[in-house]
C-alpha cells in the first residue's frame, strides 16, 4: 500500500523473498528488528529522501512492512533484478524526478551516504546515474570476488566495474598494489533520473555484464554516464545467514 504523493526525490527498496543463498533475508531478525525495517529506518533519516517505498513481491514482506508503518508495494515476481522492481514502483510516482535504489540488505547503510547520493546527481545534471565508492584500504577485499571495484576518472565519471582489481598493476606484486594505487569499492546504492530508470529497464543484457554478472555495466554499454560519490563511510551488506552472526 502506498501513498501517491509528489516527491522530487523517491527512494525504492527493493526487498525479494526467495533468495538464492538466504531465503527471507529482508525478514531476517538483526538486533531484535527486521533488516527490512532496519533499512528503512535509515532511509526515511535522508535529508533528501520524500517518501520511501519497500518494493516487494512477496505478501509476508508487504504485510511486514505495512504493520512496522512504512510503505510497501507489490511488484510482478518476474522482475530479473531490483532495478526493475525500482522501475515499476516509480511508475506510480510520476512526480518524482530522481529515483534511489537502496538495497534491502544494507542495514547499516548511513543516511548521509544516502544524502550524497541523491546531491551527487543533482550536482551533476550531464550525467543519469549516480553510484557511491569507497576506498580500498584491505587488500582481502582488493582479491574478494565478491567485493566489487569500480575506476572512474578524474572527474569522478564511472568507467568501469570489476569483480577483478583494475588496473592491474605491472611491474609491482600484488600485496603492494594497494601501496602505490588507489582502489575503490562499488557500494551499490543508485541514484537515477525517472526518464533514465523506464528506458534502462527496457534494456537486454550485453556481453560485460553476463561476463562480470554486473548489470551497471549494461548502462555504460549503452553509453550512459554514471557519476561516483565519493564515501569514507564503510557499509555491510548481508550476503548469507553467517553474516547475521557477524554483525550481532
Known amino acids: 500500500m502506498i501513498n501517491v504523493q509528489k516527491a522530487e526525490i523517491l527512494a525504492v527498496i527493493p526487498a525479494r523473498f526467495a533468495s538464492t543463498r538466504f531465503p527471507g533475508k529482508p525478514l531476517a531478525m538483526i538486533q531484535g528488528q527486521s533488516m527490512i525495517t532496519r533499512v528503512l529506518e535509515q532511509v526515511q533519516k535522508s535529508k533528501r529522501v520524500q517518501t520511501a517505498v519497500v518494493a516487494t513481491d512477496d505478501a509476508r514482506i508487504f504485510d ?40 534491502g540488505d544494507e542495514p547499516f547503510i548511513q543516511p548521509e551516504q544516502i544524502d550524497l547520493l541523491a546531491d551527487t546527481l543533482l550536482q551533476k545534471p550531464d550525467y543519469q546515474i549516480a553510484t557511491l565508492a569507497k576506498k580500498i584500504t584491505d587488500q582481502t577485499q582488493l582479491f574478494n570476488a565478491n567485493v566489487v571495484k569500480v575506476v572512474a576518472s578524474p572527474s569522478n565519471e564511472a568507467l568501469y566495474f570489476s569483480r577483478h582489481p583494475i588496473p592491474f598493476f605491472r611491474g609491482e606484486a600484488p600485496e603492494n ?30 556481453p560485460l555484464e553476463k561476463a562480470e554478472s554486473l548489470e551497471q555495466l549494461r548502462w555504460l554499454e549503452n553509453g550512459l554516464r554514471i557519476a561516483v560519490g565519493i564515501t569514507e563511510m564503510e557499509t555491510f551488506g548481508i550476503d548469507v545467514p553467517e553474516d547475521v552472526f557477524v554483525v550481532c
Request: proline letters at 6%; glycine letters at 6%; one cysteine or more.
Open 64 to 103: 511486514h512492512v505495512l504493520e512496522f508503518g512504512g510503505q510497501a508495494m507489490m511488484t510482478s515476481s518476474e522482475h530479473p533484478s531490483g532495478t526493475d522492481r525500482c522501475a515499476e514502483v516509480a511508475r506510480a510516482f510520476p512526480d518524482a524526478k530522481i529515483i534511489l535504489n537502496v538495497q
Open 177 to 206: 598494489w594497494l601501496n602505490v594505487h588507489d582502489y575503490f569499492k562499488h557500494i551499490g546504492l543508485y541514484a537515477f533520473r525517472s526518464n533514465t530508470l523506464q528506458s534502462i529497464a527496457a534494456l537486454p543484457p550485453t
